[in-house]
């Protein structure tokens, strides 16, 4: 099975940082891609090195936006057409819209695993520490 990471640093409505924080994701990526595929000593590494597609959207301007959903679904629906692995990085709450879509449109046996990183501002104080 091969991994499809795409990066959609999606930031319309919200912060300039959130489109910051995907592209520096994006980069930090593509450089552990490549210092992998150098590595001349048998790592594990090597075990994804060539398994992995790796796609970066940009939004430089106002016209980038224009058809971001469809773009996203675009690509999404590409990646689990291949049946890859899918690791969908976007910048703002919005940008997982187009994933659900997808999604939507064939139910299936599917697993999504949302990381965000407003966990932090919410009061848990009256939660105990195993969930």
């Not at 594990?44 to 959903?69: C, I, M, P, S």
């Not at 049946?83 to 819209?97: E, I, K, M, P």
């Amino acid at each position: 099975m091969k991994t499809s990471a795409l990066f959609f640093p999606f930031d319309l409505f919200g912060s300039s940082g959130t489109r910051a924080g995907v592209e520096l994701l994006a980069d930090a990526f593509q450089e552990m891609l490549a210092d992998n595929k150098r590595e001349r000593q048998a790592t594990r590494a090597r075990a994804y090195a060539n398994k992995v597609r790796f796609q970066e959207f940009t939004f430089e301007t106002l016209a980038d936006y224009k058809d971001w959903r469809h773009q996203a679904r675009l690509a999404i629906r590409d990646v689990l057409g291949r049946r890859d692995f899918l690791l969908w990085t976007t910048g703002n709450h919005l940008g997982v819209f187009p994933l659900y879509d997808e999604l939507a449109q064939n139910p299936g046996e599917t697993l999504v695993l949302q990381f965000d990183a407003h966990l932090d501002i919410y009061n848990l104080s009256d939660c105990t520490r195993e969930l």
